[in-house]
């Protein structure tokens, strides 16, 4: 087992920038890749951001292209996402998953995180 707990949410106003964590602990979190997931209201959730267990690949949905930046730093078991220029369209609970797999789909991920919540007011 995994267990992820994600932090850094909050309230912010469009422009600005927040940093989400998520730290891992049970099995070796660097064994497995990590993602960042968002479910706005009223909507599926959507796949954000990942990050290989090695840390050196890297893959966006294309609408935080640019903004976002997720890392991981494995000797303390966490992963970030740097999220920068945010607007309101991405006010959403973001989710952190573990996966072996870099098949990225909602359906198929190994672990889960509860989430935290971002707000972005315009």
């Known amino acids: 087992q995994v267990q992820l707990v994600e932090s850094g949410g909050g309230l912010v106003q469009a422009g600005g920038s927040l940093r989400l964590s998520c730290a891992a602990s049970g099995r070796t979190s660097s064994n497995y890749n990590m993602g960042w997931f968002r479910q706005a209201p009223g909507k599926e959730r959507e796949f954000v951001a990942a990050?290989?267990?090695?840390?050196?690949?890297?893959v966006y949905t294309d609408s935080v292209k640019g903004r976002f930046t997720i890392s991981r730093d494995n000797a303390k078991n966490t992963v970030y996402l740097q999220m920068n220029t945010l607007k309101p369209e991405d006010t959403a609970v973001y989710y952190c998953?573990?996966?072996?797999?870099?098949?990225?789909?909602?359906?198929?991920?190994?672990?889960w995180g509860r989430g935290t919540l971002v707000t972005v007011s315009s």
């Open positions: 990050i290989h267990l090695s840390g050196t690949i890297t």
């Open positions: 998953a573990a996966d072996r797999t870099w098949t990225w789909k909602s359906d198929g991920m190994d672990y």
